[in-house]
């Protein structure tokens, strides 16, 4: 591509060649403070016009609920439910009553809410955002505007965002927009992982994006991590079909997954409930190397009962019969709340009482949910791998271990902390197999707020410190001969795949949707190649510096 064209560049997170108009999501809804105020006669009808307008965005979420699935129609539902919440809806009332015009008492209410779950602490931060979205929906409705998020484009478009909203994200479709670009999030943000899922070329984290207006066409590269402005027609047209004859070579893989000199690498998928597992199940994954139980219950005030969670474990199990599958206990705290799990306020959720502390307060969580798995495991006639997540010492893995066996499961526990890392030989004294949680491990080495976009070249797994610590976990898996995998949206990287071969990792665990390019381009290279190419990548600065490195050697 000619040098002279301006190119504007980010953190890569799904790879894939689009040649696209541009289109940005439609703009959110200003209320400028200070409206006039309504006379007391008309106040009866505009509390009428109010509700009218919460009905109507509610039933548009419910609606857009019925034509997902699994976590993105729960967090629809969820935010259909809010919009016709009581208390926000008596709140705006009340504002009404006292002469405040609809639309700014939408927002006057909505932040008195903000202000609430602020004040509960770090943890309700996604529900903050989701209260905003739907504000700025009703108010759009009350002032006659398009709905706010993402328009239908007429033509197969590039879609820009400074973020996307859970609710945009999840009614996506991915024949009309055919790449992703935004300002803000990082490789492991909301963004990021429903692009994954549904294939969708991506670079997340892109400074100077404001410049690219909507209409200008464009090159987006989601392996480059760039969006060329108003290419070169002909040089754009020859990249797509490019990407298009790696796509048709990637389509093509079904597995098993191996390198070009015949070494065994089990290529599996990552899930979230049944629905999410019956899909993976068509894609060429050898099984499921992380089921996230927690994402089936985020919308529970209750705790579900032992049968109900044995019925949605066996639909996961079901899907795979016959095969691996490694159920991963309730990760509840940080940016994933459970309502039934009372999560104490926190200065620092994510450095607080998450995954497998919860059952240090609450040790019933845990040990029913390992009850359920194993009920699960004798109606489908399985023998589930199960791992706890947010390990941190060996005596957390050893008291674990005991539970999983105890009911004649097979223990194993995530590498997220460095200290887990570094101490993986002991672990391993104590469970059969690791895994490791790459965005966490990247979070909590690098300091570095997973969810901060400012922090995403910090939490971006090419971090030469965070390649080190797989390395000496793999090599700690290698030296007792016990599986050491990853399920981190590292393993989603084709790239970066091969080098974690090259560390050492014994299987990759990513989403449906990144299994056959994961697959086919380990089919590209040798063992040999890997391990050169891992030791150059531990010897790089910086994570541009290691993708470098690994590509000069790889591709
Ligand atoms: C991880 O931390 O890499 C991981 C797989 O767990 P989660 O993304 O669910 O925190
Ligand atoms: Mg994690």
């Known amino acids: 591509m000619t040098e002279d064209r301006e190119i504007v560049r980010g953190t890569p997170v799904v790879p894939g ?10 703009p959110r809804p200003e209320v400028v403070p200070g409206m006039p105020r309504i006379d007391a006669s008309t ?30 129609a729960q967090v629809l539902l969820a935010n259909a439910t809010m919009a016709v919440d009581r208390g926000w809806l008596g709140a705006a009332q009340k504002l009404i009553a006292d002469g405040t015009p609809a639309e700014e008492a939408a927002v006057e209410a909505t932040e008195q809410f903000v202000a609430l779950f602020t004040n509960m602490g770090g943890l309700m931060a996604e529900r903050v955002t989701d209260l905003r979205d739907i504000r700025d929906r009703v108010v759009s409705e009350l002032l006659g505007l398009p709905e706010p998020g993402i328009l239908v484009p007429a033509t197969p478009s590039i879609l820009c965002a400074q973020d996307l909203a859970p609710a945009d994200t999840a009614g996506l479709d991915p024949e009309m927009i055919i790449g992703l670009v935004t300002v803000l999030g990082g490789p ?41 402005v108003e290419p070169d027609p002909g040089e754009a047209r020859a990249a797509v079909e490019q990407g298009r004859a790696d796509r048709m070579r990637i389509q093509a893989w079904n597995g098993p997954g191996r390198t070009s000199d015949g070494v065994s690498v089990s290529i599996l998928a990552n899930v979230q409930d049944g629905a999410g597992a019956r899909s993976a199940g068509t894609t060429a994954a050898e099984g499921v190397g992380l089921f996230r139980t927690e994402l089936c219950f985020l919308d529970r005030d209750s705790e579900p009962s032992v049968d109900e969670q044995a019925e949605i474990y066996s639909e996961v199990l079901e899907a795979f019969a016959g095969r691996k ?41 845990l040990s029913r949910q390992l009850d359920a798995i194993a009920i699960a495991a004798r109606q489908t006639k399985s023998q589930p791998w199960v791992m706890a997540p947010m390990i941190a010492t060996p ?10 066996r105890a009911r004649g499961l097979v223990p194993g526990v995530m590498v997220e902390v460095p200290s887990a890392a570094l101490l993986a030989d002991r672990l391993l004294g104590h469970v059969d197999f690791l895994s490791i949680g790459t965005n966490d491990l990247a ?12 922090l995403a070249s910090f939490t971006d797994p090419w971090q030469p410190a965070v390649l080190a610590l797989v390395a000496r976990t793999a090599g700690a898996g290698i030296a007792v001969e016990k599986p050491v995998g990853v399920c981190g949206e590292a393993a989603a990287d084709p790239l970066l795949a091969c080098v974690l071969i090259g560390l050492g990792i014994t299987s990759l665990s990513c989403a449906g949707a990144a299994v056959s390019a994961v697959g086919a381009k380990i089919g590209t290279v040798s063992l040999a190649d890997c391990r050169r190419a891992a030791e150059d990548v531990l010897t790089a600065d910086d994570p541009a510096h290691a993708r470098a490195a690994a590509a000069r050697v790889l591709e």
């Open 188 to 228: 492991t943000s909301h963004t990021a992982i429903i692009a994954r899922q549904l294939g969708i070329p991506c670079v997340v984290a892109v400074h100077g994006l404001e410049s690219v207006t909507s209409g200008t066409s464009a090159l987006l590269n989601g392996e480059a991590g760039e969006l060329v």
């Open 325 to 365: 599958v490694v159920i991963r206990t309730l990760d509840a705290g940080s940016d994933k709340p459970l309502l039934f799990a009372h999560h104490a306020d926190e200065a620092n959720p994510a450095l607080g009482v998450r995954g497998i502390r919860i059952a240090a307060e609450n040790p019933g969580i």
């Open 395 to 404: 005596s957390e893995a050893e008291s674990f271990a005991a539970q999983v």
């Open 443 to 454: 979070q909590y080495t690098m300091a570095a707020d997973r969810m901060s976009s400012d």
């Open 43 to 72: 106040r009866d009808g505009e509390k009428v016009r109010f509700e009218e307008a919460a009905a109507l965005v509610s039933q548009r979420l419910r609606d857009r609920a019925t034509t997902v699935s699994g976590a993105a």
């Open 17 to 26: 060649i689009a040649f696209a108009p541009v289109i940005w999501t439609a």
